[in-house]
Every structure is written in structure tokens, then in C-alpha cells.
Nanobody
Framework: QVQLVESGGGLVQAGGSLRLSCAAS????????MGWYRQAPGKQRELVAT???????YYLDSVKGRFTISRDNAKNTVYLQMNSLKPEDTAVYYC???????????????WGQGTQVTVSS
């Protein structure tokens, strides 16, 4: 089994910053990619940022220049530094990991429990 534990959400004023963390643990052979999705009330879940094991990075257009994703491969942890936050960034943020399990050698996507980010105007 694999667990993803997120931390770092909260309430912040517009223009402020937050840093999300997500640590993967358990029966992990390797992690191909980790990243963050978000879902605002009444909206579809959208991919915010992702980083591969090789360091390739993707950002949602609306967060480019404000959010930075990084990864500590030794700790199986991914971070999302969010600066210049806007009210429209308000959502539940979900961490995910595309990984290969140690015991089965199968590739799976795992998800964190979600962390609320609220940006007040």
C-alpha cells in the first residue's frame, strides 16, 4: 500500500503565499511523476502542475509565473510554492503520484486526501 499525505493549505489574503507539501510512503519502487490538481466548487478538477522524475515540468497557464513545483526524490515528496495568490485560486488541492509499486511492479496513480486553499479578496 501507498499513502500520500498533504500539508500546507489554509486561508490567505490575495497576494499572499502558501506552500503545499505531499509525501508519498509505503510500497514504492519508483515514482514517474508527482503533481497537483485542484477542484473549486462547481468546477471540474484541473491539473495545476506536475513534475516528472526526469525534471520535466508542466504548469496550468493561469498559474505560470506564480506557482513553482519542486520535488525531493530522496524523500518522495513534492512541493507547490504558491505566490501572488488570487481569489480564483481558491480550491481543494489534491496531490497525486504516478508510481510503480514495489511488490506488484504495477503502475498506479495514487491521490492525497486534499487540502483546502482559500484566498480572500
Amino acid at each position: 500500500q501507498v499513502q500520500l499525505v498533504e500539508s500546507g493549505g489554509g486561508l490567505v489574503q490575495a497576494g499572499g503565499s502558501l506552500r503545499l507539501s505531499c509525501a508519498a510512503s509505503g510500497s514504492i519502487f519508483s515514482i514517474n511523476a508527482m503533481g497537483w490538481y485542484r477542484q473549486a466548487p462547481g468546477k471540474q478538477r484541473e491539473l495545476v502542475a506536475t513534475i516528472t522524475s526526469g525534471g520535466s515540468i508542466y504548469y496550468l497557464d493561469s498559474v505560470k509565473g506564480r506557482f513553482t513545483i519542486s520535488r525531493d526524490n530522496a524523500k518522495n515528496t513534492v512541493y507547490l510554492q504558491m505566490n501572488s495568490l488570487k481569489p480564483e485560486d481558491t480550491a481543494v488541492y489534491y496531490c497525486y503520484a504516478d508510481l510503480i509499486e514495489r511488490l506488484s511492479a504495477f503502475e498506479y496513480d495514487y491521490w492525497g486526501q486534499g487540502t483546502q486553499v482559500t484566498v480572500s479578496s
